[in-house]
């Protein structure tokens, strides 16, 4: 049984549950907690939570140092890990998750939308978040997941004034329950052929079991419901319309928070779980890779609306992702941490522009409403600028040293081809990035009214993701080795 210490350690994650349950309770009582109140109460949240875990980690770190604390760092009969991989992403999401905050105050202003339901969800799903980062077994990973995923449903169609915001929530659901459905389905013929969920001994028992046919059948089904959190080809279909739909706070949320929650478990599970058998998923993982990319990039292509533009970009980017998973090497592993915690500062900061140009006076749905922008607003095109510049993998950002390490991990294994697809497809991703870039600069509008920067949460957001990104492409340095002494052993 676990001891009452071990529950110490999910400090972090009660902290945040807990917040997420005062803004549900205190939007209830009375009139309710106004937008910059609950989005007040979620900062202070958020920031405790992200002190909790550095001071579980530096307490984990030091018992193994004192050899007090067991290696590897199991707690709760070995379903939770402490390591330096979960305390990444915890730190991260924790990171997004208040970027996004600050991103929804004055979006919320406008919408007229009650905000401590809000912030309430965005914590809950959150603290779900934390859970699939340390989770170390498959019920327990599953379990997390879904905590995720049902507080994303309703935020997806948390305008429920609007048709598209219903449509996003009901595909999105829709397509949801299934993918869990054909999740836990493949757990539960793993378990049935080895008789264990642990990671550690399923890798052990997978390798000692030879010629079972409910083993490939029950990691593809596994690895099919891991693709759609993803958003890896072919279960891609819930993200274009999910990615117009829902609040565009929430899509940036999404696109950020979720997909890095995704890929920390994917990694998990495929490098700790599937290990032994690791030759025969990484072909599978590099079909859906080169389609990924490939997909992705080509149905941007003829996007006019630029929610979708970004939602086909972050198919394609997720496609890059998986050639780092699949190289299965000490490169190909901090490259995918690397590259995604450039592109979560460069994909927040690139929604933060859409946010602040969809207000009412403005439209930010396609790509001719940008038309004029750097004579509008002179800081808003170079924000958007700096962003394709990241989103396409040129110099000197944090997405171009990102592709770069994911693509010589490729070469260095026997995946050439792909890092060609890699490079063939950023070139063609160059077309639909500066198609709007041509719009700010070059396109005629009528509108000449200058955009006003009257929301410093949001402006602060913006320009705080552009020095990030430049960070992480001039000084990559510190970031490597934060991502290095980050990474999961190697099967």
Not at 116 to 131: H, V, W
Not at 232 to 237: G, K, L, T
Not at 305 to 328: D, E, T
């Amino acid at each position: 049984m676990p001891g009452v210490q071990d529950y110490q350690y999910l400090a972090p994650e009660i902290l945040l549950g807990a917040a997420g349950l005062l803004l549900l309770l205190g939007g209830a009582i009375g009139r309710g907690m106004g937008n910059r109140e609950s989005a007040l109460v979620s900062i202070v949240s958020l920031a405790l939570t992200a002190g909790l875990v550095l001071r579980v980690y530096s307490v984990v770190e030091a018992g193994k140092a004192a050899h007090t604390f067991p290696d590897p760092p199991l707690i709760l009969g070995g379903s939770f890990m402490l390591d330096g991989f979960s305390f990444f992403w915890k730190l991260l999401v924790l990171v997004a998750t208040a970027l996004v905050v600050l991103l929804s105050i004055r979006f919320l202003d406008e919408g007229g939308y009650r905000a401590s339901d809000y912030y309430s969800l965005l914590l809950l799903a959150t603290s779900g978040m934390l859970f699939m980062a340390s989770g170390y077994t498959l019920l327990t990973i599953w379990i997390s997941l879904e905590t995720m995923a049902l507080a994303s449903y309703i935020l997806a169609g948390y305008f429920k004034r609007e048709v598209r915001s219903n449509e996003a929530a009901l595909k999105y659901f829709i397509l949801g329950a299934l993918s869990s459905g054909i999740l836990l389905y493949g757990i539960s013929l793993l378990y049935g052929a080895t008789g264990t969920v642990q990671l550690a001994e399923l890798s052990v028992r997978l390798g000692a079991t030879q010629g079972n046919p409910l083993v490939p059948l029950g990691w593809l089904l596994l690895a099919a419901g891991l693709f759609f959190k993803v958003a890896a080809v072919p279960f891609h279909i819930w993200t274009p319309d999910v990615y117009v739909g829902a609040p565009t706070p929430v899509t940036a949320w999404l696109a950020v928070a979720s997909k890095a929650a995704s890929f920390a478990i994917l990694l998990r599970i495929f490098y700790e779980g599937l290990g032994s058998v690791s030759v025969e998923w990484q072909t599978v993982v590099a079909v859906i890779s080169a389609a990924t990319m490939i997909w992705g990039n080509l149905a941007a292509l003829t996007q006019e609306n630029v929610k979708r533009l970004l939602a086909y970009s972050s198919i394609a980017h997720a496609g890059y992702v998986l050639i780092g998973v699949l190289a299965v090497s000490q490169v190909g592993l901090w490259s995918v941490l690397f590259y995604l915690l450039a592109y979560s500062f460069i994909t927040l900061g690139a929604f933060g522009t859409v946010i602040l140009l969809e207000r009412r006076e403005y439209a930010g749905e396609t790509c001719a409403d940008y038309a004029g922008l750097a004579r509008r607003s002179p800081f808003l095109a170079g924000m958007m600028l700096l962003f394709m510049l990241a989103l396409t993998g040129i110099p000197p950002t944090g997405g171009f040293v990102g592709k770069f390490y994911l693509f010589a991990a490729a070469v260095q294994g026997r995946w050439a081809w792909l890092a060609v697809i890699g490079v063939i497809t950023s070139a063609i991703s160059l077309y639909y990035y500066f198609r709007i870039v041509y719009y700010m600069y070059m396109g005629d509008s009528d509108q000449t009214t200058p955009v006003p920067l009257q929301a410093p949460a949001l402006v602060g957001v913006i320009a705080f993701c552009a020095f990030a990104t430049l960070a992480l492409g001039v000084i990559p340095g510190p970031f490597i080795d934060f991502a290095k002494r980050s990474m999961l052993p190697l099967p």
